[in-house]
C-alpha cells in the first residue's frame, strides 16, 4: 500500500487524478481499449473528478470510450431521485468526464422484492465480469471505516448485494435529504471481495471525521469491523489523505520518505 498524506484539497486531488490518468494510460498499452473505472460517491471524490475534467478538457486523457460501473446505490427510490447515485454520477461525473451515460453501469436499486435484487446485484457482478473488470476503482471512507456500502461485520470476501444502512451512515448522508427519516434504509453495493477484484485501489479521505476510520483501515487488523481495511489484502492500492484525515496514522514518517522516492 502506498500511502500520500498531502497538505492542500489541491495536493491530494490532484495525486488520485494521477492515479486514475496512469491506470487509463496502462490500460490502453496494455491493448484494452475500453478502460474500466470503479466510481465512487460521497463528497472525498469531487476534487479528483474535478482535476480529471480539468484534464479531459486539456486533451490529456479521454473517457468517451472508458465504462463506469458504481459503487453503489441506494434501493426504493423512486427513479431519477436527485440523490440517487445514477442520477448523483451523471451530474458529477458523466457530463464533467465526458463518459457517455450509457457507459455508466449503477446496480439497481428501484426492484421491488428481495429475489429482484438479488438477481439484479449478480446480473451487476456478470456485468463487470463482461466488461473484463475494474482497471482503477475510486474510493472514498465512511467514518465508519466502510467501504462502498459495506458496513462494519461485511464479509471480507463478499459479492454485490443488498445491505441495511448502519443508523450512523443514514445520519452521515442525511445531509444529502430533506430529513434523515429520508434516507433509504438498504442499499446494493458491490461485496469487499468484488472491490478486490479491481486491478488497482485509490481511496481519497479528508478531514478529521476520517481520521480514525483510516488509521484503523491503513494500520489496523484487516478485520470485518473496519471494511476498509481489506486495502491491505490488495497489491496495489494507494491512500490519499490531507493532513487532518492522516493524523491517526503511527507510521507516517515511513510513509513521507516512501513518497519521496528513490
Ligand atoms: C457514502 C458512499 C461511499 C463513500 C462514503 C463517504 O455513503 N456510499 O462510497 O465513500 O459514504 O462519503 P463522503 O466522501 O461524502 O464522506
Not at 478538457?57 to 440517487?84: K, M
Not at 457507459?103 to 429475489?115: F, I
Not at 452521515?172 to 485501489?201: I, Y
Not at 481495511?229 to 507510521?251: R, Y
Request: hydrophobic share 45%; charged share 20%; aromatic share 4%.
Amino acid at each position: 500500500m502506498e500511502v500520500f498524506v498531502l497538505p492542500t484539497a489541491q495536493q491530494v486531488a490532484l495525486r488520485a487524478a494521477r492515479v486514475v490518468v496512469d491506470g487509463v494510460r496502462e490500460t490502453l498499452a496494455s491493448g484494452r481499449s475500453e478502460p474500466v473505472i470503479g466510481l465512487a460517491t460521497g463528497s472525498s471524490p469531487l476534487g479528483l473528478y474535478a482535476v480529471l475534467s480539468g484534464a479531459v478538457s486539456a486533451g490529456e486523457v479521454s473517457f468517451e470510450r472508458a465504462r463506469g460501473f458504481a459503487l453503489d446505490e441506494y434501493v426504493g427510490l423512486p427513479a431519477g431521485h436527485a440523490e440517487s447515485y445514477r442520477q448523483v454520477l451523471l451530474r458529477e461525473v458523466c457530463g464533467p468526464l465526458g463518459l457517455p451515460a450509457d457507459r455508466l453501469h449503477v446496480p439497481d436499486g428501484s426492484l421491488s422484492s428481495e429475489e429482484a435484487l438479488a438477481a439484479g446485484a449478480a446480473d451487476y457482478e456478470r456485468r463487470i465480469a463482461e466488461a473484463g473488470g475494474v482497471d482503477v476503482q475510486i474510493l472514498g471512507i465512511g467514518a465508519n471505516g466502510h467501504l462502498g456500502f459495506n458496513e462494519p461485520g461485511s464479509a471480507l470476501t463478499s459479492r454485490t448485494r443488498v445491505k441495511r444502512l448502519s443508523e450512523r451512515t443514514r445520519a452521515d448522508n442525511a445531509r444529502f435529504f430533506d430529513s434523515r427519516d429520508a434516507v433509504p434504509t438498504h442499499c446494493v453495493t458491490q461485496g469487499l471481495g468484488t472491490v478486490l477484484d479491481a486491478r488497482r485501489l485509490v481511496l481519497v479521505a479528508s478531514g478529521p471525521g476520517k481520521a480514525a476510520a483510516v488509521a484503523a483501515a491503513v494500520e489496523g487488523p484487516l478485520s470485518a469491523s473496519c471494511p476498509a481495511s481489506v486495502l491491505q489484502w490488495h497489491a496495489d492500492a494507494v491512500v490519499v489523505l490531507d493532513e487532518a484525515a492522516g493524523t491517526g496514522l503511527a507510521n507516517r514518517d515511513y510513509y513521507d520518505a516512501s513518497a519521496a522516492g528513490l
